[in-house]
């Protein structure tokens, strides 16, 4: 399978990191809208517009499924995106509800969503978990994640600050949801704020649970083609997937 995956920006290479993981795919083509992220603070119609246009762009590969790696996007787009795909999309927010529920036995289980105001806004995770039956929920819109990544701060003064600056009333959850692409890249130290004693739903992993329950996997793909797209400065997204995804 030759497959797209599409992002706002650089974030959802933590996605393609969980696919290179698990070599599912023949081919990967990314693209990340770098020159209009970030959708988190972005309304509706506009997220609509966007993720529409990213179905353009995949449309000059003949790509067998688009994966929805950004959940800002997934939150909002993804029935207008397929409206307009002429193959499969799925989005990580379905994938995230999934695993979530595969994780926990107990339907009171105490779970913290984390994403941008968007994602938050849209009340995504919520409804779909209320739907499964789980009503203790906490959502938080926790943004600065967000621009602190993309500094690549992954520990240190600033980021344990805005840690007890979005955490600090919180109650330990049992459970968290990553919810934003960003957010794998500070899931350490997330988890050591709350003492490592919650369940952690990472979209890139979540995912893959999804595709591989609904897709069968008959070959492993140990070097699969990678290419990378940029609406803006495509050279700094290589560079950041050369050092993440270790190339
Ligand atoms: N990719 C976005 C998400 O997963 C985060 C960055 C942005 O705001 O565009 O929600």
Redesign the pocket.
């Known amino acids: 399978m030759k497959i797209g995956v599409f ?3 650089i ?2 290479l933590t996605v393609v990191k969980s696919l290179l993981n698990h070599q599912l795919f023949e081919e990967i083509i990314y693209f990340g809208d770098t020159a209009r ?6 309304d509706k119609n506009t997220i609509i517009r966007y993720a529409i246009e990213a179905v353009e762009f995949f449309k000059n590969f003949d790509i067998d499924l688009i994966i929805v ?7 909002y787009a993804l029935e207008e995106m397929r409206e307009n795909a002429s193959c499969p999309v799925i989005g ?1 927010v379905e994938a995230g509800i999934l695993a979530t529920v595969n994780s926990l036995d107990d339907k009171n289980s105490n779970i913290l969503i984390l ?2 105001k ?2 938050i806004n849209s009340r995504a995770y919520e409804d779909g978990l209320e739907k499964k039956g789980f009503n203790n929920l906490e959502a938080k819109a926790t ?1 600065l994640f ?1 621009p602190i990544v993309e500094e690549e701060i992954y520990e240190g003064e600033i980021l344990n600050a805005t840690l007890s600056h979005y955490f600090c009333e919180l109650k330990k959850p049992d459970a968290i949801i990553l ?4 957010f794998p890249l500070i899931s350490g130290p997330i988890e050591d704020y709350f003492c490592k004693e919650s369940i952690v739903i990472h ?1 890139g992993d979540a995912i893959v649970e999804y595709l591989e329950d609904r897709f069968e996997f008959t070959k492993k793909y140990e070097n699969p083609t990678l290419k990378f797209f940029a609406s803006e400065n495509p050279d700094a997204l290589k560079a950041v997937a050369s050092k993440w995804l270790s190339l």
């Open positions: 992002d706002s920006g974030g959802g992220v970030p959708y988190g603070i972005k790696a950004c959940n800002t996007v997934s939150a990580v994403g941008t968007a994602t943004g967000v919810g934003c692409t960003h979209s």
